[in-house]
Structures are given as C-alpha cells and as structure tokens.
C-alpha cells in the first residue's frame, strides 16, 4: 500500500477514536482518560516493535532522539487538549476543528521543512479551514 492509503486508514482509525473518546469521557477526568488511552498506545506500540523484530537501537542519531521526543510532547499536549475538549464539547464538532491540525503541518512543513506547496495544498488548506469554521459556528 501506499501512503495514501496508509493515510485514509489513519483518518478512519482517527475518526473512530473520536467516537470511542467521547463516549469514555463521560463522567471521567479528561486528563485520566487521556492516561488510559496513552498506556494502550504505548504497550500497543512496543508489542508491535517486539513482535516485528527490535530494529537496530545503533541506528538512532541524537537528532532523530531528540525530534521523537518533541513530537511526542506535542503529542500529549494535543491528546490532553483533544480530550478536555471532548469532554466539554460534541465529537461533531470537536474532531473537525481538531483537523485544523491539516492546515497547520501543511504551513509548518513549508516553513521548517521546505516543502514546496501547490496551489492544492491553498485551496484544499482553505477549505478545511472553512469547513471547520462552519462547523464549529452554530
């Protein structure tokens, strides 16, 4: 398969958590359902890592260390601002607004990682920042 692929079974898998997180929210801190949800991934993802073989720790360069671990603080932050906002909000309207995430790596791509966009990344950009916006205006 190939990364398009890959990414319609991220964004299905995505849109079902939203659902699934909503409906744990409920009656919960959103900071412990944020715990529990993290445990799952962690020990998913290292049963993956272990039943696939150990990749070569030797491979990892200090940069490579230290991006991983930016990008999983990001990610907690997001996670525990998704959940609060899901415990607050609808998952119709949550999740959408979340998926500004789009626009947002589609500008940070191009200015720290010099991707050149095309006028598709604009249009489909704007796009999503309107379908959020009117989504999220009721």
């Given at each position: 398969?190939?990364?398009?692929?890959?990414?319609?079974?991220?964004?299905?898998f995505a849109g079902?958590?939203?659902?699934?997180?909503?409906?744990?929210t409920s009656g919960i801190d959103p900071n412990l359902a944020t715990?529990?949800?993290?445990?799952?991934?962690l020990v998913l993802a290292w049963g993956i890592v272990f039943a696939t073989g150990m990749p070569a720790w030797g491979s990892l360069s200090g940069s490579a260390i230290l991006f991983l671990t930016l990008s999983g603080l990001a990610t907690g932050a997001s996670w525990l601002c998704y959940?609060?906002?899901?415990?607050?909000g609808q998952a119709s309207s949550v999740a959408p607004v979340d998926?500004?995430?789009?626009?947002?790596?589609?500008?940070?791509?191009?200015?720290f990682l010099g991707e050149k966009l095309a006028w598709q990344h604009w249009v489909g950009g704007v796009l999503i920042v309107a379908g959020a916006a009117l989504i999220a205006w009721r």
């Open positions: 398969m190939n990364w398009f692929y890959w990414s319609l079974l991220a964004a299905l079902i958590t939203a659902v699934l997180a909503k409906a744990g715990a529990i949800r993290t445990t799952v991934v959940f609060q906002a899901l415990s607050v998926k500004l995430s789009v626009v947002f790596a589609i500008a940070l791509a191009a200015i």
